[in-house]
């Protein structure tokens, strides 16, 4: 178990900055972290092999297989020409569904390679920390934006057309925006486009 925590934490030392270090202040950057955070799985969370809870069972006289500890780790492998981010705005309270109205600042330009792994798997646990090399940056293309309640509310888009200028949508009324606008508005989708 010792060698087991030791290669965890020279994994953990491995990792970019950005999964590791605890963020300062909510933006879109830090939910990104908190997502793609590697998390340790050990106790009641610990991993159970189906194999392994199979070959107990089928023991004689059978055996309790307890589980693993194992690391978690979620990393895009294949980025999409155009990333889209959904943020959640909505939280359920038993019955009770409530508008998170959250300021969630967002960049003009997102660099996806922290979030990213290699695109083939990791052979052993040394090579778990391989990054990306290839180039994964994106530029904001879209943001919707919900404005009300969970019962009652309206949306619109802001939209980057080709010459870089922004335009508002709003129902059937187009109207010229500015970036500032769009990175102000209270988003629900991010839409990033690859560069």
């Known amino acids: 178990m010792p060698e087991a925590r030791e290669t965890r934490e020279a994994i953990l030392r491995s990792l970019p900055t950005e999964l590791t270090r605890v963020a300062g202040e909510l933006d879109l950057r830090a939910c990104m972290q908190a997502f793609a955070a590697p998390e340790l799985l050990e106790?009641?969370?610990?991993y159970e092999c189906e194999v392994c809870q199979k070959r107990g069972a089928a023991a004689t006289p059978p055996v309790a297989v307890t589980g693993s500890p194992a690391l978690k780790w979620l990393q895009i492998v294949k980025?999409?020409?155009?990333?889209?981010?959904?943020?959640?705005?909505?939280?359920?309270?038993?019955s009770f569904i409530q508008k998170l109205s959250t300021d969630v600042p967002f960049p003009p330009q997102l660099d996806l390679r922290p979030?990213?792994?290699s695109e083939a798997p990791p052979a052993s646990l040394s090579t778990l920390g391989e990054r990306c090399s290839a180039d994964f940056r994106y530029d904001l293309c879209g943001v919707v934006e919900h404005s009300g309640n969970f019962?009652?509310?309206h949306y619109r888009s802001f939209v980057r057309v080709d010459d870089g200028e922004w335009q508002l949508c709003n129902d059937s009324v187009v109207s010229p925006a500015t970036e500032g606008a769009a990175l102000g508005s209270e988003?629900?989708?991010l839409f990033y486009c690859l560069r």
């Open 43 to 46: 106790g009641d969370d610990a």
């Open 79 to 94: 980025p999409p020409p155009v990333l889209t981010i959904h943020l959640k705005r909505f939280r359920s309270l038993g």
């Open 115 to 117: 979030f990213c792994g």
């Open 151 to 153: 019962t009652s509310g």
């Open 187 to 189: 988003a629900f989708l």
